[in-house]
């Protein structure tokens, strides 16, 4: 098991910006891209971006053009740039390597 570490969650008005990090504070599965979910109150648990271990990446339509996915794999951590943030962006934000997940990180957006 890899213990995955999230941060960077908050509140934010719409409109604003958010960058969450994961880190794996062990080593990672180099077999293994990097994905964050997100789950809204009452909703499914969600896709929301992934890359590849080749650097690939993939997003939800609904976050496509507004989030973007990266990794620092010297320093074994992930990241979700949110821009142009919108209330139905509120959830909390699961980060996924292989088979762990994160505990997850409340990102809220209100006026």
């Known amino acids: 098991q890899v213990p995955l570490v999230e941060s960077g969650g908050g509140s934010v008005q719409p409109g604003g910006s958010l960058r969450l990090s994961c880190a794996a504070s062990g080593g990672v599965r180099s077999r293994y891209g990097w994905d964050w979910y997100r789950q809204a109150p009452g909703k499914q648990r969600e896709m929301v971006a992934t890359?590849?271990?080749?650097?690939?990446?993939n997003y939800a339509d609904s976050v496509n053009g507004r989030f973007s996915i990266s990794r620092d794999s010297a320093k074994n951590t992930v990241y979700l740039q949110m821009n142009s943030l919108k209330p139905e962006d509120t959830a909390v934000y699961y980060c996924k390597h292989d088979i762990d997940w994160g505990q997850g990180i409340q990102v809220t957006v209100s006026s």
């Open positions: 890359i590849s271990t080749r650097g690939q990446t």
